[in-house]
């Protein structure tokens, strides 16, 4: 029976691991979802097999089920969120996992074992699907995705040939057992050579990619060729696009995505800073949630659980169609779908929908908000801090008194802190060093800078003036940004771009190099987080630094024909090595479960108690297996299984064993007496059966017979 559990324990820790060992597959593990997918149910699994009666008494057995689930519950009632859906997923995939134990190990039910075979299968095959979410991970980790397919099959056989034997096995047609272990394993070993042969290498496809766009696409005018100098549109052949999205060079802003909304401006955030240091500047806050969004490998729509109360916000639908891997949402995020991998429209390959509920506040509605309460202050704490040394701090404080910001509404100390910057000068690309020194020599010296040294001194005079705020790092689409240019090259591309052509012309944005931008975000009470644009009264660039008289450069979009079909390979030596690692952490968890067994029978042996003698038994059945000698079957009794042995060595213990194990109306005294003799027996039976040489030790040290005793 332990076979039994142990591969179906096997089998859910493979599909709960899954998204750890393949890099195209995320599950979003919350500190919820690890007290549940990983400690709760498991750990019913455990109670339900291992504790059972009568290790345990059949009250303890179910109190100690219950404090595991209770202790779920609360830690996500009263720790985390509160009583929610969660909580009662806790309770009831604990009960189903202790339930289903039961049933199936104890009560001989284990027909319900396919029922975890078909739900598992399922599980597999979703996970699977998505693993072709992203083209660098399509292509780099096909062989893995392969590999775990191969495992997953296997470990499935294994359990299903577990489970037949368990549930039909005849133990007295031993003929016919040995014909069905014959069958079994040339039919997996044929199932494996007909997978790694006839499997096409493309098996696995995401559902929602576009796979029947090969038609040609219509040619406009044609595009001019890429100029030297001046502004203008020009294109770039995909195999020379590169890494060109990182930053604008040579006059020119490189496309990097093309949004469609109905909302302007979008602000689509990817990274939010809270955490500031004097010497690099801003940094995200670890536990921040919106920041796990911008990398997350989706496997189905993520949807936003906290329910936001802002005040007038508005849904819109937004589609990005992106050369990142990235992804990148405004605020405040409620549904983002997982990436469409398609490569036949590359550099563009990614295509992801997202909704957010965007803030549609007038001034004048910021205006009357007021100031933050007492408990808001305390709840935004982290958006308040600002720590600089004594000289710094002075200094900036002094600036701000210039200002006259003290007892003015957070929406009056924003605009005097924009205000302040209309004699500041706006000038793309200057340096990426945001630490003190260069936000001083900006404020206080140059007064010129790109996006990122507004933004940056902006969050750092709003928190010394009392205002919750934060850096946020992204791309901005707007209409004003939008040139002839920009509108042509939407054209052009829209013109290949087939799933473009769902959106009129008017709400879409193409999104360059140039747009890549750094803004502030402030909370106003009711309100929430609105996002600032800390350049918005800044006097403009001169004509060599401004992103709207750069040449902008779009990529020649040819239709890669995904019909072609690769030659396929399977990874031998990879899959050796999955079967070397899996054999060695299985080994380790062996002798690791043999030694500790052997310390906690040592340790309870050394009671004269009915558990202490049982114990004492079951070690010596351990040690005798362990030194060569034939094991006891369960149905022998303790006189029979002293026959086995030529030299009568275990005679005397099995007849005070028996004794002392069954007379109940044996005397105190007595009953001591045989205590001390059985010991006295053990130990000359440990020494008569001593190895004599260092083979026979080092067999026995190594030796996992007797270990399920």
């Known amino acids: 029976m332990i076979f039994l559990f142990f591969s179906r324990i096997s089998i859910y820790l493979l599909t709960v691991l899954l998204p750890l060992f393949h890099p195209g597959i995320m599950v979003s593990y919350d500190r919820i979802g690890i007290v549940l997918w990983f400690i709760v149910i498991p750990g019913e699994m455990i109670i339900a097999y291992f504790l059972s009666p009568p290790r345990l008494k059949f009250n303890h057995w179910i109190l100690s089920a219950l404090a595991l689930i209770a202790a779920g519950v609360l830690y996500s009632c009263f720790i985390m969120s509160g009583l929610t859906v969660e909580a009662l997923q806790i309770l009831l995939f604990g009960s189903i996992s ?288 600002i720590p600089l040394s004594r000289e710094n701090k002075i200094k900036y404080t002094a600036y701000l008194n210039k200002l006259k910001l003290y007892n003015k509404s957070i929406y009056e100390k924003v605009i005097l802190l924009l205000d302040n910057f209309e004699t500041y000068r706006y000038k793309i690309g200057t340096s990426e060093d945001m630490g003190i020194d260069k936000i001083s020599d900006f404020l206080f010296t140059s007064k010129v800078g790109d996006c990122s040294e507004f933004s940056n001194s902006f969050v750092i005079l709003s928190r010394l003036a009392g205002v919750p705020s934060r850096l946020v790092l992204g791309y901005v689409a707007s209409k004003e940004l939008q040139t002839n240019d920009h509108k042509k090259g939407l054209w052009y591309l829209r013109e290949s771009i087939k799933p473009i052509k769902e959106f009129p012309l008017e709400d879409l944005y193409l999104v360059t190099t140039a747009h890549r931008h750094s803004w502030a975000q402030v909370y106003f009470p009711e309100y929430g987080w ?103 079957f369960l149905h022998q009794t303790a006189k029979e299984y002293s026959k086995t042995f030529d030299q009568h060595i275990v005679k005397e213990f099995s007849k005070i064993y028996t004794e002392l194990r069954y007379n109940e109306a044996m005397e105190k005294s007595k009953e001591e007496n045989l205590q001390g003799e059985i010991r006295k027996q053990y130990k000359i039976i440990i020494s008569k059966t001593r190895p004599k040489n260092i083979f026979a030790k080092l067999k026995g040290l190594l030796s996992l017979r007797g270990l399920f005793y």
């Open 98 to 385: 202790f339930l289903l134990t039961i049933s199936v190990q104890k009560c001989r039910w284990k027909i319900l074992s396919i029922f975890e075979l078909f739900f598992i299968g399922m599980i597999y095959y979703k996970l699977l699907n998505f693993s072709r979410s992203s083209e660098a991970i399509a292509m780099e980790h096909a062989w893995l995705t392969r590999t775990i397919l191969v495992l997953c099959i296997l470990i499935f056989l294994f359990h299903c040939f577990i489970l037949y034997r368990f549930s039909f096995y005849n133990k007295h047609d031993r003929k016919r057992s040995k014909l069905e272990i014959f069958i079994f394993f040339p039919l997996t070993i044929l199932s494996m050579l007909l997978i790694t042969l006839l499997l096409p290498p493309d098996f696995i496809s995401h559902s929602m990619v576009f796979n029947d766009l090969y038609e040609p696409i219509k040619k406009g005018k044609a595009l001019t060729e890429e100029r030297e100098e001046g502004p203008g549109l020009s294109s770039l052949p995909t195999d020379q696009w590169d890494r060109r999205y990182r930053k604008p060079e040579n006059g020119k802003q490189y496309a990097v995505m093309i949004i469609a909304s109905k909302h302007d401006p979008v602000y689509a955030a990817g990274t939010y800073l809270t955490i500031y240091n004097e010497k690099s500047g801003f940094s995200p806050q670890p536990d921040e949630a919106l920041n796990v969004l911008h990398t997350e490998h989706l496997l189905d729509t993520w949807r936003n659980k906290k329910i936001n109360t802002d005040r007038m916000r508005r849904f819109y639908d937004i589609s990005f169609f992106s050369t990142l891997p990235t992804k990148v949402m405004p605020y405040y995020p409620v549904k983002i779908e997982p990436t469409i991998l398609s490569r036949q429209y590359y550099p563009f390959s990614y295509r992801y929908n997202s909704g957010s509920k965007i803030s549609i506040a007038s001034n004048k509605m910021l205006e009357d908000s007021g100031d933050i309460s007492a408990a808001e202050k305390e709840e935004l704490a982290a958006f308040l801090e």
């Open 530 to 632: 609105i996002d600032i644009e800390t350049t918005a009264t800044s006097i403009p660039p001169f004509a060599e630094f401004d992103p709207n008289k750069m040449g902008i450069v779009i990529p020649e979009i040819t239709m890669i024909d995904q019909t072609k079909k690769r030659s396929f390979y399977f990874p031998w030596r990879l899959m050796i090595i999955f079967i070397l690692l899996l054999s060695s952490s299985a080994l380790i968890f062996l002798y690791s479960f043999k030694t500790i067994k052997i310390i906690y029978l040592s340790y309870a042996s050394k009671s004269h108690s009915l558990k202490g003698l049982k114990a004492l038994f079951r070690i010596l059945q351990i040690r005798l297996t362990h030194r060569g000698y034939p094991p006891k």
